[in-house]
């Protein structure tokens, strides 16, 4: 399985970004998926994530009530909507996928994608 993340770019401190993980090769209502961020100097976090069938989801306490997770299987893709961006949100954005089909809030995901940059100007 292939995942395609995208719709990073340059916002401003408090904008809104919505970022978009295709998933091909495979059908996504398979997998739980998630996102995870990279900042230099920091380990991988996994921030949001969503079991297979939307009915759960994870966030991490610094994205709590500012993202939102979500995924539309009819299109094989999973969603991360970004508001009230910080210039501590600035990353490397991976999406994930894992078969255990459940939440998954740690790093052990079966399938990662290329990231894509965000960055929040302050």
């Known amino acids: 399985v292939q995942l395609q993340a995208s719709g990073g770019g340059l916002v401003q401190t408090g904008g809104s970004l919505r970022l978009s993980c295709v998933v091909s090769g495979g059908t996504s209502s398979t997998y739980a998926m998630g996102w995870a961020r990279h900042n230099l100097g920091m380990q991988r976090e996994v921030i949001a994530a969503?079991?297979?069938?939307?009915?759960?989801?994870y966030y991490t306490d610094s994205v709590k009530g500012r993202f939102f997770i979500s995924r539309d299987d009819a299109k094989n893709t999973v969603y991360l909507q970004m508001s009230s961006l910080k210039p501590e949100d600035t990353a490397v954005y991976y999406c994930?996928?894992?078969?255990?089909?459940?939440?998954?809030?740690?790093?052990?995901?079966?399938?990662w994608g290329q990231g894509t940059l965000v960055t929040v100007s302050s």
């Open positions: 994930a996928a894992d078969l255990r089909r459940t939440v998954v809030a740690g790093p052990g995901y079966d399938y």
């Open positions: 969503i079991n297979w069938s939307g009915s759960a989801t």
